[in-house]
């Protein structure tokens, strides 16, 4: 099972705003901190706003990606340069990322179940987001 299936099989199971909601949600478990970068600092309701739109935006980014893997890697790496100015604008810390990359494996687990999710399912998906965290927080700390 590669990354791209365990990906499909999620957007399958649940709208893509609850798969999102779903992954942050975990991430602001793991790591709180974060939950100033979306205004929970400012309010709940900001908070609650900021986190509904920047899961959407979470998913269609992965959606973005998993197209472009192969002959357009080019562009994909043009595409997180860009998302790399937006998080270093927003505050994101490259501490954040391995915490958002955690959060992605749990909620797969969560919905999908350990059991469905074989050793390199988890491993592929791993290494898939381990390589765009690392481009991102590259051009967050070169930037």
């Not at 999908?112 to 491993?123: C, F, I, M, W």
Request: glycine content about 6%.
């Amino acid at each position: 099972m590669t990354a791209l299936d365990v990906w499909n099989k999620m957007r399958g199971q649940m709208k893509d705003i609850d798969l999102g909601t779903m992954v942050l949600h975990r991430m602001f478990e793991l790591q709180p901190k974060a939950k100033d970068v979306f205004g929970y600092n400012v309010s709940e309701e900001v908070g609650q706003a900021q986190t509904s739109v920047h899961a959407l935006s979470l998913v269609c980014l992965f959606d973005s990606i998993f197209q472009m893997l192969g002959p357009d890697i080019e562009f994909a790496q043009t595409m997180l340069a860009q998302i790399a100015s937006k998080h270093k604008a927003m505050g994101v810390a490259p501490s954040f990322f391995p915490y958002m990359g955690q959060a992605f494996i749990e909620t797969f687990i969560k919905v999908l179940g350990r059991a469905s999710l074989p050793d390199n399912a988890v491993e592929a998906w791993e290494e898939l987001y381990e390589t765009i965290s690392n481009e991102i927080v590259r051009n967050i700390l070169v930037n």
